[in-house]
């Protein structure tokens, strides 16, 4: 029983470590902004020709006035697409 309530308390632990460790934060929002900004900076890196580093502020704050609109719902949906490689059809 002490093994499966440590194996539990493990698994918590690194499904809030991880988000912190990567995006510095848990709110969906914000972590779906900087995701959004890195995609977007390495995007523009590659195609300058140049290796992307570290992404700029200003990308992420531009990232973060498009997630202001969100729900917290629908940036975790939008996360969790994202992670798992789910495109949507075009509208």
Same mark, same amino acid.
């Given at each position: 029983?002490? !093994? $499966?309530?440590?194996? !539990?308390?493990? %698994? $918590?632990?690194?499904?809030? %470590? ?15 902004? @900087?995701?959004?900004? #890195?995609?977007?900076? /390495? @995007? *523009? ?6 290796? =992307?580093?570290?992404? =700029?502020?200003?990308?992420? +704050? &531009?990232? &973060? *006035?498009?997630? /202001?609109?969100? /729900? ?7 996360? @969790?697409? +994202?992670?798992?490689?789910? /495109?949507? =059809?075009? #509208?």
């Amino acid at each position: 029983m002490r !093994i $499966i309530l440590g194996l !539990i308390a493990l %698994i $918590i632990a690194a499904l809030v %470590i991880w988000p912190l460790a990567t995006y510095g934060t848990l709110d969906p929002c914000r972590m779906l902004a @900087k995701d959004m900004a #890195r995609e977007a900076y /390495s @995007k *523009m890196a590659e195609a300058m020709g140049t290796e =992307p580093g570290k992404t =700029p502020e200003a990308a992420e +704050r &531009l990232a &973060l *006035m498009a997630t /202001s609109q969100y /729900s917290e719902r629908e940036c975790l949906t939008q996360l @969790k697409d +994202r992670w798992l490689g789910v /495109s949507k =059809p075009a #509208r």
